[in-house]
């Protein structure tokens, strides 16, 4: 298949310029009551909504927040109950998960809790390929055929009625544990487990998939007195998951990262410790970064490429020989999806823009060529690159399985609903979605789509913004400054790493890097001190780059060789 050039005004757009906020100065009443803090981390904790010295401290020690009791959640204590009665009569249990590394440590949470209970347990992850996402009726048929009598869903569920319905009237009793934002109507299920259904009172909404399967595994250890393992032990899963799914990191998330970090320095897990070291990382360094970028995206690999069981095998064997096997499996699967995904964004790019002069309010891009384990990345770097809800799908002889991610000024999941006569299955969040829809339905689809999203965006300026928390000069990054900043990990969705702007500052040794030159390197001076910066996917800047900009970025530390130094990560160039 043969792609036309990208028009020029449209390639343009990829290089937009982006919005810069930078957080007004913190109010001298503020400064005030946060005094016991250094300046510095006073801006940081306002910028960040903590006023008062309390939930200042508690926000920096990251301490479990005292509201977290599971069987306050709806349909925690049925579960428990239903679980309790299935171990005790020695019944088939199947945990059902999904084949994303928050569904992959959920499966693995629940079915090591169970086994360690005494139960007879397996884990089930659907082939992203031959099955697609969540439950389905022929899996369910198996399950019941190998004697299961109880299925517990974990990151799946909440969308599926017809599913729900099929297992009770095949003799499967079914638990779902989900934290998609559910329908209008609830699946017929034995108990649902999702703080986000209506009438919840878990004040927690925004867990993850694994943050859900780990609650009702809290409960379940806490309701066996004499139970041989620990709710601490599963901490390791918690936090892979929790980050990797993009939740936001604050409260009851912040906490469960926090001492997941914890449990990963100690690296118990034999298939975590492999897997880190195939990503060229040490235990008791990983951060919320290294799991987003580094880890995160290896157990991805596996159920994009082939099949997520692998992710699943790695984190759960004792085997040394086994656990480096299959740790550098999912690395080599891992590069060859980052292959794909390049070739993939280019086609998709091309789809999206021919024969258009002006950008559309929601891209979409579908082909028989295209890897449905990938749709989702190159939805995301279609977003990112010309900040639009995005699209891209899987095209075969009778359906369409598409891939969402979408701005903050479109809910992605919401504009799905008013489509749902069209569509097979659906579901997600407001950034994100997955759907089917029968290709005789497929035009419709897209043509309400692009008329819900030009309603909702049409008057609104599409412009990505930067938030930076001050402006600082140059000889303000320092070793104090760095351990101030590393006072807010682990730092993610909703609580993001510390950002700075400097102005006028010289730039030196401009250089391209990386496998495709996409890397823009150089340093940094103010005439005082020099610094060395990296501007990922940005190299197309070299050719126009004056020698004195603005800069927008973060202050890391970069470890190359076994020597470690100061680097500022830039996130924008103005010149």
């Known amino acids: ?47 960040r909504g903590y006023t008062e010295p309390e939930q200042a401290h508690i926000f920096i020690e990251g301490a479990m927040p005292s509201d977290t009791d599971p069987m306050q959640m709806l349909g925690v204590p049925q579960a428990v109950e239903r679980v309790r009665r299935a171990i005790q009569n020695g019944e088939k249990i199947a ?29 089930y992850i659907p082939d992203r390929f031959d099955e697609g996402y969540g439950l389905n009726k022929e899996a369910l048929t198996k399950l019941h055929s190998q004697g299961v009598g109880l299925i517990i869903t974990v990151d799946c569920g909440i969308r599926s009625p017809a599913e729900a319905e099929y297992a009770r009237q095949t003799g499967l009793d079914l638990i779902i544990s989900d934290h998609h934002h559910p329908a209008e109507k609830l699946p017929d299920a034995y108990a649902i487990i999702n703080p986000k259904q209506a009438g919840d009172p878990y004040p927690h909404k925004e867990l993850a998939g694994v943050g859900v399967a780990y609650k009702l595994a809290y409960a379940l250890i806490r309701s066996f007195p004499s139970a041989s393992i620990q709710p601490d032990e599963l901490l390791d899963l918690v936090a892979l998951g929790t980050v990797a799914d993009l939740v936001p990191l ?48 290896r157990l991805n690999a596996a159920g994009r490429i082939e099949t997520a069981m692998a992710a699943y095998d790695l984190l759960r064997t004792p085997d040394v020989q086994k656990a480096g096997a299959l740790a550098q499996q999912l690395d080599d699967q891992n590069r060859h999806r980052q292959n794909i995904t390049r070739s993939m964004q280019a086609q998709a790019e091309q789809i999206v823009l021919e024969g258009k002069t002006e950008l559309p309010f929601l891209l979409f891009a579908a082909h028989p060529d295209f890897n449905p384990g990938v749709v989702g990345l190159v939805a995301s770097r279609l977003t990112e690159a010309y900040y639009r809800p995005a699209i891209a799908a899987h095209q075969d002889k009778e359906s369409t399985r598409g891939s969402c991610r979408s701005i903050p000024e479109f809910h992605i999941t919401n504009a799905l609903d008013q489509c749902k006569d069209l569509l097979e299955h659906h579901g997600g969040h407001a950034a994100a979605a997955g759907f089917t829809v029968r290709n005789e339905n497929l035009g419709q689809l897209i043509e309400r789509l692009q008329t819900i999203a030009a309603e909702k965006l049409s008057t609104t300026d599409l412009q990505p913004t930067l938030r930076a928390d001050m402006e600082i000069a140059l000889d303000d990054l320092k070793l104090d400054l760095f ?93």
């Open 250 to 297: 604050v409260g009851e998330n912040r906490a469960l990262v926090r001492y997941g970090l914890m449990a990963i320095g100690k690296a118990h897990r034999q298939g975590l410790r492999s897997l880190i070291g195939a990503a060229g990382l040490r235990p008791e360094r990983v951060t919320a970064t290294d799991i987003g970028f580094a880890l995160g995206p």
């Open 1 to 47: 298949m043969s792609f036309p050039a990208t028009p020029p005004a449209l390639a343009l757009a990829k290089t937009q310029a982006k919005r810069w906020k930078i957080h007004p100065p913190l109010p001298a009443e503020v400064g005030r009551a946060l005094s016991q803090f250094s300046p510095i981390l006073q801006q940081l904790l306002y910028n």
């Open 483 to 575: 351990q101030t900043i590393e006072k807010l990990q682990p730092t993610g969705y909703d609580n993001p790493i510390a950002s700075f702007v400097s102005r006028q500052v010289k730039i030196i040794r401009p250089r391209l890097i990386g496998k495709d030159n996409s890397h823009l390197k150089f340093s940094v001076t103010d005439g005082r001190i020099t610094h060395d910066a990296i501007a990922f996917r940005q190299g197309y800047r070299l050719s126009s780059l004056p020698s004195q900009v603005d800069l927008l970025y973060t202050f890391e530390i970069n470890e190359y060789n076994g020597r470690e130094s100061f680097q500022l990560n830039i996130k924008d160039i103005r010149y």
């Open 95 to 123: 945990i059902y998960g999904d084949y994303d590394t928050d569904g992959v440590t959920a499966t693995v949470l629940l079915v090591q809790t169970l086994e360690k209970l005494g139960g007879t347990v397996m884990g």
